[in-house]
């Protein structure tokens, strides 16, 4: 027998699968490596995340189209489709697709109906075709923390996979009723982002990635990264890395190891007059000066 296109579909997903398995569990979540998906029948879908447009197709004719801007479109699905995503560069990233399988769908929301969004009612609990639901926008904060977190809970931990449950169950919350509860952030969930951004630039001060890696790392656009950065931590993503170099001087310096030009260049200075201007400026005294 001829496997099916949903078949091929699931073997070329595996690499991009987060939780679960499409073609079996009754709730998954698949990283997005490329422009199109294809999309299990009878199946509901929540992309989230990304800046760009989506389009979807079912047998050659387009049922749904609109613009992700890092919040969360539900798609609901009754038939076979194709979900195309599209930037500038041809791909949506980063972004996550939440599938859940409709039946069990239902049995799961049914006996909570009355918080549920209009729209989402009339397709799950009513029988309505509806094809595109609705969207939802997210707290940014919100978004880079589930997004950071699914990209970043190791499989190989013993209960990843019941925080990683947990985690697509708050995104149903979130996306499928009306009334929000008021939940104030932790600390340490508000700041996991911020952390990621920190220890990427204390390990690779030499050679740090640019701000565009660091906010797919995150699962944030590079401005608001940026902002949030700067908010949190007092100083830009460039001030931060300046101080990490700095305090790395120092301390080579101080052993007596390395001269100023070698310490220059050790801590990814090309210039000794950027190095030297940067060193005055963090503390107060000229490198020379400072070795001496």
Wanted: glycine letters at 8%; aromatic letters at 8%; a positive charge.
């Amino acid at each position: 027998m001829e496997p099916s296109k949903f078949e091929n579909a699931s073997q070329q997903q595996k690499d991009g699968v987060l939780f679960g398995q499409a073609e079996r569990s009754t709730i998954w979540c698949l990283e997005i490596t490329g422009p199109k998906v294809l999309l299990f029948p009878d199946s509901v879908y929540i992309l989230l995340g990304g800046a760009g447009e989506y389009s979807i197709h079912r047998k050659g004719k387009e049922i749904g189209f609109g613009n992700v801007d890092g919040s969360s479109t539900l798609v609901f699905v009754h038939a076979e489709a194709e979900l195309s995503l599209q930037t500038g560069e041809g791909k949506l990233e980063p972004s996550l697709l939440f599938g859940f399988r409709k039946q069990d769908l239902i049995a799961s929301l049914s006996p909570r109906k009355e918080g549920l969004g209009g729209k989402i009612s009339a397709a799950l609990l009513e029988g309505q075709r509806i094809d595109l639901v609705q969207r939802c926008d997210l707290e940014p904060s919100t978004l880079s923390r589930l997004i950071f977190e699914f990209r970043h809970i190791k499989s190989s931990d013993p209960a990843a996979d019941l925080w990683l449950e947990s985690r697509v169950r708050e995104v149903m919350a979130l996306t499928f009723f009306h009334s929000k509860p008021e939940l104030s952030e932790q600390p340490a969930q508000r700041s996991n982002a911020i952390e990621m951004v920190k220890n990427q630039l204390r390990l690779h001060y030499k050679t740090p990635p640019t701000l565009e890696k660091l906010a797919a790392e995150t699962g944030l656009s590079p401005t608001y990264l940026s902002r949030k950065f700067s908010a949190e931590t007092g100083k830009t993503i460039k001030g931060y890395l300046r101080q990490v170099r700095i305090k790395k001087a120092t301390e080579l310096l101080q052993r007596g190891d390395f001269n100023v030009s070698e310490a220059a260049g050790e801590v990814g200075y090309r210039s000794f007059s950027h190095f030297s201007k940067a060193f005055q400026e963090e503390t107060g005294r000229s490198p020379s000066r400072f070795r001496s």
